[in-house]
């Protein structure tokens, strides 16, 4: 009959103390019934017999001892003393831990301290303090049994690290600290960790202790410590260390630097503290440390993922200026910034640089380029590009088909897709689940349903299974391309149809604009669906004015089904109630939310605020602010500004203080635009000057208000101090001032200005120059530059429309302005109501005339 092994340190709960050495343990006898192979490989394959061995303590321990060649046997040895309801003495586990130290079995005995630590001292029978002491007693060899002690001291520390027993592993490193027992670096990450975890009590000593030791640790250690410092997200500690190391002479080597600055920009990187990581490059080339690639491209990836893409690409152009060296990784973080942004095309003006650059490109940058082209309807050039990269000898794999073909099917190029997916087949690659799914979805969208539904077929006679993603796909493409019935079909086709479908319909409602169906399908579900279906049906109905109160009742609903709410949700349909100047209903959900003991967040009560004053309701507005006080909530300063916009009078100073709310460039610029507005110059520019006192740097909507006030005020010099550049704001009204006193070409020497200094234009200089030109009776020259404005880009308004109607209206071209007119609607530009009045008092001019 054969024993199996039972599993490792099984839990005995009974206690039996050491000290007996007469006591008996019940062992199953090792009997090999294969002589060709070693102990350990019979104990891995379970080869027992029946036969029972009776040993005392003395006993085991020579058994153990005469195990010393075959660790496995050893541990194997002690389970089945364990799993047969006798707990081993201390020195047997001893005994174990030294076989297993001396054949270097570092993760063995890992796992093994972890189970042995998590029985604690009641179900091992001994505390750690007594294994150590058993494991040190046993070697004759002082130096050996130091050595050895460390190894073991090292492997707990992590065995409480393993468990998050934090309080264990610092009380366990002091006290070998006292005992001057060394653990290695890994093991110092952990006590680190453990200490910050405890609110950094101990940990400045810690650190210091390690800096100041008398027995210094080698580079690598440092190297190591620092490098697990930065893994746990505790990177400050680890620069500081550095610069500590550093100044000590004690890492010198400029390689040895280099490898540790790069760790630790790596690791604010990693930790989005991209601007702490720049500073680290600072240090860096003060120290005469160059930094490389690898550096400058952590640096850039992390802006990336912060979204912060200006602040990539200002730090790409310093690369550049610095003559740094660019590789591939860099160029696909910049060119996929531009994409994020939404500017394809600069993206593929920059791949072009790169690569007249003579810049090693990779099918990444490649791919990023591909996908550019496809989101600017270029998909033959793209095809085009394609080519010359495999010219390059630069093969291509299924991301970059993928690519191709979803930039096809984007730009409704069907044909073009297949023939790539029949390309991609002949050179070997195997379409995936993926590229099938972006083929089936882009023919879905196109409308072309049968040919959908036959690629579905096409991927089960190839083996490749559609997925409930594949489903949802081309449910969501048809619906969006208007084949409702088809894609109504198609679900109801579904043998086993789950919510992930449901939400799909729902969703592929929602982006065709149809939010009577996605409602209508959302309310009679009877299950809660992902939050991002939620968010996407309930951000839908609150943009359009007449599906508010149903983002009310989607919320009720989601109450209902018991699905946590986003709080920020409840801060846009108050948003939208406000927006459509419906305070009341914004009000009684407030009141719906405190019944159900939510209170409204800052952001929501400043929206209701604003919209009381806005309605001139100023009463109510100051009554909301004193309940949101009442309630705990601290107003911050766009609260105190919205208030004080609508009404100057109010004395905050005192308050603010209180709340500690420092007024910010927001602040000021509106209070003294409210000045300048009552006409009361004097007070807006103590104000201005206030701000300045304060260190508050005014921007360029500052200087806007302040010269849209005064058109003789010269703010150049005061702007140039404070190093704030013009925006397209301040040129307007510097263009709107002098088309006013009919100086157009003053007024046209400003708008080059703009152009030339970097400024891109929007529709709001064009107005003021069209609106100038018309006061001067030059309809011709109104004409040519609505028409500049159309070919740079720029979509007409219905202010820039209005002016240019309006004066020909005034100059007596009536049928011009009728058939400009006529353009305006048919574009789906809608009058507004000043710019119906503006034209009606135009036309009465003509006919007075």
């Given amino acids: 009959m054969r024993f199996f092994p039972v599993p490792l340190l099984s839990h005995v709960r009974g206690l039996i103390r050491r000290g007996h050495a007469s006591r008996l343990y019940v062992v199953p006898a090792l009997v090999s019934t294969k002589p060709t192979i070693s102990h350990s490989e019979q104990v891995k394959e379970g080869n027992f017999d029946g036969n029972a061995l009776e040993l005392n303590e003395i006993g085991v321990l020579r058994v153990l001892t005469s195990m010393r060649d075959d660790p496995y046997l050893g541990l194997s040895f002690l389970k089945r003393i364990e799993g047969n309801g006798a707990l081993p003495s201390v020195k047997a586990y001893a005994a174990v831990i030294r076989i297993v130290c001396s054949w270097g079995l570092d993760r063995k005995l890992n796992s093994f301290l972890v189970e042995l630590v998590r029985k604690g001292d009641e179900g091992r029978g001994f505390s750690v303090g007594e294994l150590l002491n058993a494991i040190g007693e046993a070697e004759e ?15 707990l520390i992590k065995a409480y690290g393993n468990l998050q027993m934090f309080d264990q592993v610092i009380g366990m490193f002091w006290e070998l600290e006292r005992l001057g027992s060394d653990v290695d670096a890994h093991s110092y990450v952990i006590v680190a960790h453990a200490l910050h975890r405890n609110g950094d009590i101990g940990l400045e000593k810690f650190l210091g202790r390690l800096l100041n030791s008398e027995t210094r640790n080698p580079c690598a250690f440092y190297m190591t410590f620092i490098e697990g410092l930065c893994g746990i997200q505790m990177t400050n500690k680890a620069y500081l260390l550095l610069q500590a190391l550093r100044d000590a002479n004690i890492l010198v080597e400029n390689s040895d630097l280099a490898i540790v600055y790069r760790k630790v920009v790596w690791g604010f990187c990693n930790e989005m503290k991209v601007e702490d990581a720049e500073s680290v490059v600072l240090d860096m080339e003060k120290c005469g440390i160059d930094p490389d690639v690898y550096v400058y491209s952590a640096i850039i990836e992390g802006h990336r993922k912060n979204k912060n893409v200006p602040k990539a690409l200002d730090f790409f152009d310093q690369m550049v200026q610095k003559k740094r060296r660019i ?18 095309s600069e993206a593929y003006d920059l791949f072009q640089d790169f690569r ?13 380029a591909f996908g550019a082209l496809g989101k600017l309807g270029k998909v033959e050039e793209a095809i085009e590009l394609f080519r010359e990269m495999k010219g390059k000898g630069i093969s291509a794999d299924v991301v970059n088909y993928t690519t191709l073909i979803g930039g096809c099917c984007l730009q409704g190029k069907c044909s073009d897709a297949f023939d790539l997916m029949i390309e991609m087949e002949g050179t070997g690659e195997t379409p995936d689940i993926v590229i099938y799914n972006v083929l ?20 089960e006679a190839r083996g490749v299974k559609p997925t409930s993603v594949t489903h949802n796909m081309v449910m969501e493409g048809l619906i969006v391309a208007g084949k409702i019935d088809e894609a109504e079909a198609f679900y109801e086709s579904l043998e086993n149809s789950s919510w992930e479908n449901d939400a799909s ?14 409602f209508e399908r959302f309310i009679r579900l009877e299950f809660p669906l992902p939050k991002n279906v939620y968010s996407t049906l309930f951000t839908r109905l609150c943009a359009e004015k007449d599906y508010i109160s149903k983002a009310q009742d989607l919320l009720e609903r989601m109450w209902e089904l018991g699905v946590e709410l986003d709080k920020s949700m409840y801060g846009k349909l108050i948003g939208a109630w406000c927006r459509v ?10 009141e719906v939310l405190v019944a159900k003991e939510i209170i409204p967040d800052l952001f929501t009560y400043t929206i209701m605020i604003n919209t009381y004053c806005r309605l001139n309701k100023l009463k109510q507005a100051y009554a909301l602010f004193q309940d949101m006080k009442r309630k705990g909530i601290k107003p911050d300063v766009v609260t105190y500004t919205v208030l004080l916009n609508s009404n100057p009078m109010l004395d905050m100073k005192r308050e603010m203080k209180a709340f500690d709310v420092k007024p910010d460039v927001v602040y000021y610029t509106i209070m003294i635009d409210t000045y300048c507005r009552l006409n009361n110059q004097k007070k807006a520019y103590a104000l201005f000057r206030d701000m300045k006192r304060r260190k508050i740097i005014p921007d360029a909507v500052t200087y806007t208000v302040l010269l849209n006030n005064n058109p003789q005020l010269d703010m150049k010099r005061d702007m140039e ?14 263009i709107d001032q002098q088309c006013k006193i009919q100086d157009l070409k003053e007024a046209k020497r400003v708008f080059n200005q703009m152009i030339e200094s970097g400024v891109e234009p929007d529709a709001a200089p064009y107005t003021s120059l069209i609106a100038g030109c018309c006061k001067t009776g030059n309809l011709e020259e109104a004409k040519r530059i609505f028409d500049l404005m ?13 002016a240019l109607i309006a004066g020909c209206y005034r100059n007596g071209s009536v049928s011009m302005g009728d058939t400009v007119l006529q353009e305006m609607l048919d574009k789906g530009i809608e009058l507004t109501k000043d710019s119906r009045s503006i034209i009606h008092y135009a036309s009465l001019k003509t006919e007075r005339d």
Avoid: H
């Fill in 581 to 590: 100047n419906n305070v009341r209903k914004a009000r009684q959900f407030i």
């Fill in 141 to 155: 060899d002082g130096k050996l049994s130091y050595l050895l002690l460390s190894r073991v001291s090292s492997a």
């Fill in 505 to 518: 319909m729902v969703k592929g409602y929602c982006e065709a604009g149809r939010l009577d169906q996605a």
């Fill in 327 to 344: 590789n591939c990784v860099i160029v696909s973080s910049i060119l996929q910034c531009c994409c994020q942004m939404g500017k394809f």
């Fill in 356 to 368: 007249d650059m003579n810049i090693s490109l990779d099918r990444v940058c490649y791919n990023v």
């Fill in 790 to 802: 159309v070919e740079s880009g720029l979509k007409p308004d219905a202010v820039s429309y209005t």
């Fill in 721 to 734: 101090a404070c190093d704030v550049k013009p925006d397209v704001f301040y040129y307007t009204v510097l």
């Fill in 440 to 459: 089936a979805s882009g023919l879905a969208k196109n409308g072309l349903a049968e040919e959908a539904f036959e690629t579905l077929k096409l991927m």
